[in-house]
Nanobody, 126 residues
Framework: QVQLVESGGGSVQAGGSLRLSCAASGYTYSSYCMGWFRQAPGKEREGVAAITSGGGRTYYADSVKGRFTISRDNAKNTLSLQMDSLKPEDSAMYYC???????????????????WGQGTQVTVSS
C-alpha cells in the first residue's frame, strides 16, 4: 500500500522559514519524479516544486523560485521542501505528490500524479 506522509507544517511570521518532509513507503520511490503542490482556500491546487527520480533536475513555480528548495533522499525514501523568506501568500495546505514517471515532463500537472499525501498546513502571518 502506497503511503505518503507529510510533516513539518506550522505557523510562522513573514520572512521566516519552514521545512516540510514527506516519507514514502509501499512502492519503488526512487523510480519516480516527486513534487509538492499547495492549495489555498478557494483556489485551485498548484504545483510548487518537482524533482526527477534521481534528483538531478528540479523545477519550481515562478512564485517560489529562489525561496524554496526541493530535495530527496532515495536511500531514506524521503522528500523535503525547504521554504525560506516565506510570504503570507504562501499560506496553504501543502501536499506531497508522486508522479507517474521518472522524469518530470508533466511537472505541476495534477493528472500526472499517481499518489498524494494527506497534506500539511502552512500559515504565514504578516
Amino acid at each position: 500500500q502506497v503511503q505518503l506522509v507529510e510533516s513539518g507544517g506550522g505557523s510562522v511570521q513573514a520572512g521566516g522559514s519552514l521545512r516540510l518532509s514527506c516519507a514514502a513507503s509501499g512502492y519503488t520511490y526512487s523510480s519516480y519524479c516527486m513534487g509538492w503542490f499547495r492549495q489555498a482556500p478557494g483556489k485551485e491546487r498548484e504545483g510548487v516544486a518537482a524533482i526527477t527520480s534521481g534528483g538531478g533536475r528540479t523545477y519550481y513555480a515562478d512564485s517560489v523560485k529562489g525561496r524554496f528548495t526541493i530535495s530527496r533522499d532515495n536511500a531514506k525514501n524521503t522528500l523535503s521542501l525547504q521554504m525560506d523568506s516565506l510570504k503570507p501568500e504562501d499560506s496553504a495546505m501543502y501536499y506531497c505528490a508522486s508522479y507517474n514517471s521518472a522524469s518530470c515532463l508533466s511537472a505541476f500537472r495534477a493528472y500526472a500524479v499517481n499518489h498524494w499525501g494527506q497534506g500539511t498546513q502552512v500559515t504565514v502571518s504578516s
